[in-house]
């Protein structure tokens, strides 16, 4: 009677597990991908057409910048979570450390393609051509005068330089939890404050040089957007004297309004992205949580169609969209690490 007592107990234990099991894989039968506003047309257009032409439901897929795409992917593991992020940047070791602290062990990373980071206006203003320490100037909040670091006064591009357009600076950018912001800084910024001596200044004052590199002006001349760069977009047609700061797949999906400023005198095209002729490109990303590979439907699908040549290939449909295609010897690798779901 005893051991009839057992097993009754022992199979009441596994039945109940197995329901939760069950109910656990049951609890989401589609893909829910987070992140950048600048892989979001790309993951979007890869979803639409994984959902047309697989029997799997499309992925929602949500802009939330890559900061906060990283924040939602790395708090836990379970369908209340999501399963990809995507991402302007590497992913920090800060945000891996958090990832591995909610038991969100083992991440793949996927480099999907490159893009540039271009500083647009209306094309109803004239085309400009900037250097990163002229922009720098204009949107640090503190700058170099006369060998002294100070809050920065300029208000108009030709108190910076004559040479510039005699208008007000006002800019719309993304805001830090943007991995757009975060490149900014780092391509744009960092570099323009080392060129025009900020960087050396600070050092040699005993300050730390990302107080005074990395620091964006909060008096109005740098708008904070939010992470919609269509907003952005659609303020830029509406005053042709402000400038925005976004990707250059937003640029090339409205070359019929807007134009992107020359850097040093090099236009941001296709070809001068995929070169590395222009000096604002960076790498873009998406991340996969790699627990629910199996538990919720379609992961590895949807991998294998992201990485498949029709899509992110030369020829494939997100060139179409504006993204820079890897060399063919990047793109076999990353795609080998996508289906095989290779961990970090």
Known sequence: MISNKIAIAVMAVVTSTALASTAHAQARDQIRIVGSSTVFPFTTAVAEN??????FKTPVVESTGSGGGLRLFCAGVGPQHPDITNASRKIKTSEIELCASNGVAEITEVTVGYDGIVIANSKQSELS???KGQLFTALADTVLIDGELETNPYE?????????????IEVLGPPPTSGTRDAFVELVMEEGCDDVGAEAAAEAAGIDPDEVCARVREDGMFVEAGENDNLIVQKLVA????????????LDQNSDTLQGSLIAGVEPTFDNIASGDYGVSRSLYFYVKNAHVGVIPGIREFLAEYTAERAWGPDG?????????????MRGAARTNAVNLSPM
Do not use: M, V
């Open 50 to 55: 994984f959902g047309r032409d697989t029997d």
């Open 129 to 131: 051509d900037y250097t």
């Open 156 to 168: 108009t591009w030709d108190e910076i330089d004559p040479s510039l357009p005699a208008k007000d």
């Open 239 to 250: 005053n042709p004297d402000a400038y925005g700061i976004f990707g250059f797949s937003f």
């Open 317 to 329: 449909y997100l060139a179409d969209k504006g993204l820079i295609p890897l060399p063919d010897d």
